[in-house]
């Protein structure tokens, strides 16, 4: 039973910046990824990478966050910088996904780590 752990989540005032882990207990995931359920909005995704390091964001994340991945870690990072109040929310890490950039299935998330920012 593969685990994903987030952590990293809290408070910030806004321009401020946060890191998100995300650890997981296997490696070698081709695709992970990271989502976010804000207030009002249906889950959204934020960020992807493969297994190559090649990466995809989200227009919102564009130049602010950057996902990263140490393998030999098993831990999946976001780095959120310029943090916006519209940022906050619930955020999720995903793994175990058979395609990365066209409708992802990821079979594996994690329970979610809280960002607010005010």
């Known amino acids: 039973h593969v685990q994903l752990v987030e952590s990293g989540g809290g408070s910030v005032q806004p321009g401020g910046s946060l890191r998100l882990s995300c650890e997981a207990d296997v490696d070698n995931f081709y695709c992970m990824g990271w989502y976010r359920q804000t207030p009002g909005k249906e889950r959204e995704a934020v960020a992807a990478?493969?297994?190559?390091?090649?990466?995809s964001y989200a227009n919102f994340a564009k130049g602010r966050f950057t996902i990263s991945r140490d393998n030999a870690k098993k831990t999946l990072y976001l780095q959120m910088n310029s943090l916006k109040p519209e940022d906050a929310g619930t955020y999720y890490c995903a793994a175990d996904s058979p395609r990365c950039w066209i409708n992802p299935s990821y079979k594996l998330w994690g329970q979610g780590t809280q960002v607010t920012v005010s």
């Open positions: 990478i493969d297994d190559v390091d090649s990466t």
